[in-house]
């Protein structure tokens, strides 16, 4: 499904603490009376000091499986809800952001005055009445699939991509205004294949592996089978000739999009040029067209900057499209639109995209109730509405005090590290100390709020709203390009469960949302916390020192800003990291890839050492008191593996390997703990123990 320009911003990131999973986000001020606080499926502990000791497995040795000695029986009984394809403490919290959201949409009215609240009472009762939506059938798609038949030649088509940035259209690729990485002070257009972002660009299934593994033909077959479905629930011509023709061309489009592990330099992948260059560079395609449908402006245009992040494959797509016959273009940009559109419309079509984009692809057996889906249709129309409600209501101001204190205390625990690091050299080291102390940080919430007043929100019309918010949405970003970087922008809504490291703006965020138990509990054991929410902290910091995020310097500015001797250092460490998560067989013949994921594990790893070191800092010299049997460097460990206690579908497992940046969660605790010296001693692992490594072959980057 395409992926609108606040979602592209997100992935671009280059450090959100796991895979999005979905929408967070905010509003204006009301006192509603709001429903009880909603049960969750499973607790995130019980005993009541931060860490659920009923949920470990003793039986199994910690150096064997350090992941199922610290949360194995509590995998065991754990079920994963029908609706979902993962389940563990982020979507314990997703549910729970869900469930407070639906009462503060239901506590309003959507009849009253013509004001933020009032929208999102209007955006959310609509889409609830189903039995309305039913009977439009897919009425509201005819006049996009109109334009779409009238397509006849390159101009033609090339309005109809461009158009796709302010609607629920489609566009081959991703284009974005994003940051300009040489000089952050200003914005740039940036254009992207997509499938290096996690976005499919233009293709349907998760990854090109989807579309030339053998072993993945049967997910293949049920793709083009989707595709025939949606034709025919639009009445599309000749949908068998068009499906297999739509196949094909995906299919020779995969063949030439750069792999997602090959697009993790950012030095390589920062090509700024000329639009004029980028129409030498892929003259199949009407780039100028393409521009002025998206709305840019006319004038300069061809002299415009903007960011090809990879050149070769948006080229040899050009002229893969350029080639394709204009009824299968028309067909695929058709089939497309109908997928994105898919939540909007009736349930026939919705259960079609769920059957496979759901159960297909993720394993999920049951499509999520409709109030659900209106949770996460009203976030992505008006998520920062609904955030201004959501934080008054959830997140009381000394919890924005504390987490920015413990912020404070990790930055000072990574300039302990950096100050001692024994591979990096002294000039890179003063280099590395300068971008630390330039660290903003961003808690709870942002400075200022979106405002929706020129959003137009229709009662029963629920389509044209899902339309005319994608079109909100874009202008916003469009209104940012050519005026200064507003500092005070968020990639992140403060009800997402999630947190991230903006490398451009030199910056970690961390939303309201993940700001709870089990990461973080004031009541609870702080040597807990610090492995919780602490090592998520480090995490966030560690992805500015990551392999993408060390090729940023203090300012955010794109240059290699490293001498040789500490990239040779750094590059060797990281190249050895990557082999132990390339030897993590996640299902039968299924590898974790080391390169793809490489960011995140040198982060994992970073943000659990900083975790320990921030503890150590704590105790002020004071000798580590245990705490309920257990020392506090043992707490510390086991409050991190905590946060991954996840059990997931095994199609979900193989998606998340395939096509996603975050490794799977046993490995997330396994492979940093076993390269830290401490761990060895905590729980006592010795040679002969299955994740023992012997003290040369441990990974110390931060």
Avoid: C
Avoid at 131 to 157: R, W, Y
Avoid at 347 to 353: C, E, F, K, L, T
Avoid at 596 to 603: F, H, P, R, V
């Amino acid at each position: 499904m395409k992926v609108n320009a606040l979602s592209l911003r997100k992935l671009l990131k280059q450090g959100s603490i796991l895979m999005m999973m979905g929408a967070g986000f905010m509003g204006g001020a009301v006192t509603p009376s709001l429903a009880q606080e909603p049960a969750l499926s499973i607790q995130p502990y019980q005993n009541g000091w931060g860490f659920d000791q009923e949920g470990m497995d003793p039986t199994t040795p910690p150096g064997q499986d350090f992941f199922t000695y610290a949360n194995g029986r509590y995998i065991t009984q754990l079920h994963i809800p029908d609706d979902m394809s993962s389940y563990g403490p982020f979507h314990i919290l997703f549910e729970l952001s869900q469930a407070r959201q639906r009462s503060l949409l239901e506590s309003l009215s959507p009849s009253g005055k013509n004001d933020e609240q009032h929208k999102l009472a209007i955006f959310y009762h609509s889409y609830l009445d189903q039995a309305a939506v039913d009977a439009q059938g897919i009425t509201p798609l005819h006049d996009e699939l109109a334009q779409i038949q009238a397509a006849k030649d390159a101009p033609s088509f090339a309005h109809l991509f461009g158009a796709a940035a302010g609607s629920l259209s489609f566009s081959p690729f991703a284009l974005d205004i994003e940051q300009d990485q040489a000089d952050p002070t200003r914005y740039m257009l940036m254009l992207d294949q997509g499938m290096s972002i996690g976005i499919s660009g233009g293709l349907g299934l998760p990854d090109i592996s989807y579309y030339t593994n053998p072993k993945l033909a049967p997910q293949k077959q049920a793709y083009q089978a989707y595709i025939l479905q949606m034709l025919k629930l639009i009445q599309w011509p000749e949908p068998e000739h068009n499906a297999a023709a739509i196949m094909e061309l995906e299919t020779a489009l995969a063949k030439v999009e750069t792999p997602r592990d090959q697009t993790r330099d950012p030095l390589k992948m920062f090509n700024p040029m000329k639009v004029k260059d980028l129409i030498t560079l892929a003259p199949s395609i009407d780039w100028m067209t393409y521009l002025r449908s998206m709305g840019l402006p006319e004038r300069g245009l061809a002299e415009r900057v903007i960011d090809v992040r990879e050149p070769h494959s948006i080229a040899a797509m050009a002229q893969i499209i350029a080639g394709t016959e204009s009824t299968t273009l028309r067909a695929w940009l058709a089939f497309h639109l109908a997928d994105n559109a898919a939540p909007y419309l009736s349930h026939d079509v919705s259960d079609a995209s769920f059957a496979f984009n759901g159960r297909t692809l993720s394993g999920i057996t049951q499509q999520p109730v409709r109030w659900k889906r209106a949770v996460r249709v009203t976030n992505t129309a008006m998520g920062w509405a609904l955030g201004r409600l959501y934080v008054q209501h959830y997140f009381p101001p000394e919890a924005k005090e504390r987490i920015t204190n413990l912020v404070n205390e990790l930055k000072t625990a990574f300039r302990w590290r950096l100050e001692h690091n024994d591979w990096m050299d002294s000039p890179t080291r003063k280099a590395a100390l300068v971008k630390l102390d330039h660290f903003a940080m961003q808690v709870g919430y942002p400075r200022k709020w979106w405002d929706y007043s020129a959003l137009e929100v229709r009662a029963g019309d629920v389509y044209g709203n899902a339309s005319r918010a994608a079109a909100f949405n874009w202008q916003h970003r469009l209104h940012q390009l050519d005026r200064p970087v507003d500092r005070d922008e968020w990639d992140m809504t403060p009800q997402t469960v999630n947190a991230y490291n903006d490398p451009v703006k030199n910056e970690i965020v961390f939303p309201a949302a993940i700001l709870q138990p089990p990461f973080f509990d004031p009541k609870g054991d702080m040597a807990v916390n610090y492995g919780g929410i602490g090592g998520v902290i480090g995490h966030e910091m560690s992805h500015g020192f990551d392999d993408q995020g060390r090729h940023y310097d203090e300012h955010g500015r794109l240059h290699d800003w490293w001498s040789q001797a500490s990239s040779q250092a750094f590059e060797a460490r990281a190249k050895r990291l990557g082999a132990q998560y390339d030897a993590q067989e996640v299902l039968p013949g299924l590898h974790v890839n080391g390169t793809m994921t490489m960011g995140e594990n040198i982060a994992d790893l970073g943000g659990l050492n900083l975790a320990l070191q921030a503890y150590h800092n704590s105790l002020h010299g004071k000798d580590d008191q245990p705490l309920h049997g257990w020392t506090g460097d043992q707490r510390v460990f086991l409050g991190w593996a905590q946060v991954w206690r996840e059990k997931d579908r095994p199609d979900a497992l193989r998606r998340q390997v395939l096509s996603n940046e975050h490794a799977p969660a046993r490995s997330r605790v396994n492979m940093p703990a076993h390269n830290i010296d401490l761990w060895y001693k905590a729980f006592a692992v010795h040679a002969g123990d299955a994740l023992y490594l012997p003290p040369q072959e441990r990974v110390k980057i931060w």
